[in-house]
């Protein structure tokens, strides 16, 4: 015998510890149907901490040139700057819609996400999803948004919270309308946060928040508010899908 048993047994469990950590990528899924277009479902727009996954998972549909739901057709997603997805790659389901969870990179800003179908004859089609990662102190704030202020300014109703925005005369801005809320400089965030709008010559129903919330919350606050505005409050940099 030239060859002693380590030779065969190491490679074997190096094999199988690197199948537990890394599952081998599955085989392409073969179609079973195509469709002419892919849409955004649900899951665009949420806001996690850097790495971490999105609270809700993204889903899209493809449909056909009449725009019906198409079952088994295929869906892929990508995205650059270290965003993963579970699974990136499958077919559509019965309804025709296809589900992944997404993880962010480890870079605080947006992310552009991309969910891809083929035609019969290999033509693309696509989606265009955006999310948004954030740091520590953001996430505090979008905590403290969700406790204190989103009631008044998302007028959104969700089956856990019903949107008081429409009862209020005066008008509170969603903190994503980046049109309005980059216009006012951090010092006059922090003083309408803090004195209310009363203190301001605004809206009295606008509450104050200076006894209620230290200073570094009320940063935190800022920060949210700068990091989900839609035009961005400061340009940053978008990490584009490479497909
Ligand atoms: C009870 C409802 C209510 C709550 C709760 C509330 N706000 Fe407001 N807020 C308003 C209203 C109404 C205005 C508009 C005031 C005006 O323009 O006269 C306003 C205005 C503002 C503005 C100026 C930009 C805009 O939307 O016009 C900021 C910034 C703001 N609020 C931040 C916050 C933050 C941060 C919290 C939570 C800590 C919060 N608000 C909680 C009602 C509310």
């Not at 997603?77 to 559509?92: I, Y």
């Not at 209620?212 to 961005?232: F, H, N, Q, W």
Request: hydrophobic share 40%; charged share 15%.
């Amino acid at each position: 015998m030239n060859r002693t048993w380590w030779a065969w047994v190491i490679p074997m469990m190096a094999g199988v510890g690197a199948c537990a950590r890394h599952p081998a990528t599955p085989l392409e899924p073969q179609p079973k149907a195509f469709g002419a277009e892919v849409i955004l479902v649900s899951g665009d727009k949420q806001v996690a901490g850097v790495g971490a996954q999105l609270d809700q998972p993204v889903v899209v549909q493809v449909n056909d040139s009449k725009g019906s739901a198409v079952a088994g057709a295929p869906v892929r997603f990508a995205a650059a700057g270290g965003v993963a997805f579970q699974p990136d790659r499958g077919l559509t389901g019965s309804d025709g819609q296809f589900t992944t969870n997404v993880s962010l990179g480890g870079m605080a800003g947006p992310y552009q996400i991309v969910a891809a179908t083929t035609d019969s004859s290999g033509k693309r089609a696509e989606v265009r999803i955006e999310e948004i990662a954030v740091g520590y102190q953001e996430r505090l704030g979008q905590q403290l948004n969700a406790i204190h202020c989103i009631r008044c300014h998302d007028p959104e109703s969700t089956p856990e919270r019903v949107s008081n925005h429409d009862n209020l005369s005066a008008q509170a801005h969603a903190f994503t309308e980046g049109a309005v809320l980059n216009a006012i400089s951090d010092a006059n965030l922090i003083a309408i946060i803090s004195h209310g709008g009363a203190a301001l010559n605004k809206s009295p129903e606008m509450p104050p928040y200076g006894n209620r919330l230290t200073k570094s919350e009320i940063d935190a606050l800022v920060a949210y508010i700068r990091a989900v505005s839609d035009p961005p409050y400061r340009p940053q940099g978008v990490f584009y899908a490479t497909n």
